[in-house]
């Protein structure tokens, strides 16, 4: 019932930045904790931020001071804001909510299609 519609990615170089959108639509009754994950060939999917409903951001070392997670909660949107991106960052980026579909739903986890990111010159 819930989906997950990302996008924002594409190819930066070095440096340069992007943001990273996740919509949720569906049936929704009211998203929790939302999150960033990032996969890079050859290696474990890995937790690069996440927010609570309270608004609370946590990040990953890697990206601490770079990397901003904010949510929209009237249009249950997620934001992913990478600025001065490295080549390290090129990865599939993917977002990943606790949602409730409905007030008598148990709430669940979703996952986005993920979108690339590459950082390159």
């Known amino acids: 019932q819930v989906q997950l519609e990302e996008s924002g990615g594409g190819l930066v170089q070095p440096g340069g930045s992007l943001r990273l959108s996740c919509a949720a639509s569906?049936?929704?009754?009211?998203?929790?904790?939302m999150r960033w994950y990032r996969q890079a060939p050859g290696k474990q999917r890995e937790l690069v931020a996440a927010?609570?409903?309270?608004?609370?951001?946590n990040y990953a070392d890697s990206v601490k001071g770079r990397f901003t997670i904010s949510r929209d909660n009237a249009k249950n949107t997620v934001y992913l804001q990478m600025n001065s991106l490295k080549p390290e960052d090129t990865a599939v980026y993917y977002c990943?909510?606790?949602?409730?579909?409905?007030?008598?739903?148990?709430?669940?986890?979703?996952w986005g299609q993920g979108t690339q990111v590459t950082v390159s010159s």
């Open positions: 990943n909510v606790d949602a409730q579909p409905t007030r008598w739903a148990f709430t669940r986890n979703y």
């Open positions: 927010m609570t409903s309270g608004g609370t951001p």
């Open positions: 569906g049936s929704i009754f009211s998203i929790t904790n």
